[in-house]
C-alpha cells in the first residue's frame, strides 16, 4: 500500500510532541502508515452508518464530529485524507468538505496521542531520537 500522507505534516506532529528529542525520518513514515490505515478504517466505518440512512456522501456526522474545526489549524492536508478516506470504501460514496476536515481532525489527535507515547519510549530507551520502533512500540502495547 502506497502511503498518500505527505511526511513533513507527520513529522511536525511528532516534532510539537517531542520536545527537544530529535526525530527520525523512518519514524514520521510509520506513523504516516499507520494514519492512513486508521483513517481508512474509520471512513469505512463512517461509510456504513451513511448507507444506513440511504446516504452516498459521508458527513462530518459519520465520523462522530458535531463541531468541524477551521481547517486552517490543522497540520494534516485535507487533500490526502481524502485519498485516504476513499482507500477502503472507492469511489461509491462522496466524502464532503466537512467529513474531510473532520477526518482530518480526529487523526491529528490520534496522531499527537501517538507521537507523545512514543517520545516517552525514546525517552525510557534514553535515546535522543524517536525511532519507527518506538511507534511500533506504542502499537504493540497499546493496540
Not at 494514519?35 to 440512512?53: M, S, V
Not at 459521508?58 to 482507500?87: C, H, N, T, W, Y
Amino acid at each position: 500500500m502506497s502511503v498518500e500522507l505527505p511526511f513533513a505534516p507527520v513529522d511536525a506532529i511528532i516534532r510539537r510532541n517531542a520536545g527537544d528529542l530529535r526525530v527520525s525520518a523512518d519514524a514520521a513514515e510509520e506513523l504516516a502508515r499507520r494514519i492512513q490505515r486508521h483513517g481508512a478504517e474509520l471512513a469505512a466505518d463512517a461509510a456504513e452508518r451513511a448507507n444506513d440512512d440511504g446516504r452516498k456522501t459521508l458527513m462530518s456526522g459519520d465520523f462522530g464530529v458535531e463541531q468541524v474545526v477551521d481547517k486552517d489549524e490543522l497540520e494534516l492536508p485535507v487533500a490526502p485524507v481524502d485519498r485516504i478516506a476513499r482507500l477502503d470504501i472507492g469511489d461509491d460514496y462522496r466524502v464532503a468538505m466537512d467529513a474531510r476536515i473532520a477526518l482530518a481532525d480526529i487523526l491529528e489527535d490520534y496522531a499527537d496521542n501517538v507521537a507523545t507515547a512514543a517520545a516517552t519510549l525514546a525517552r525510557h530507551a534514553d535515546r535522543r531520537t524517536v525511532k519507527a520502533e518506538d511507534i511500533e512500540t506504542y502499537f504493540k502495547l497499546f493496540e
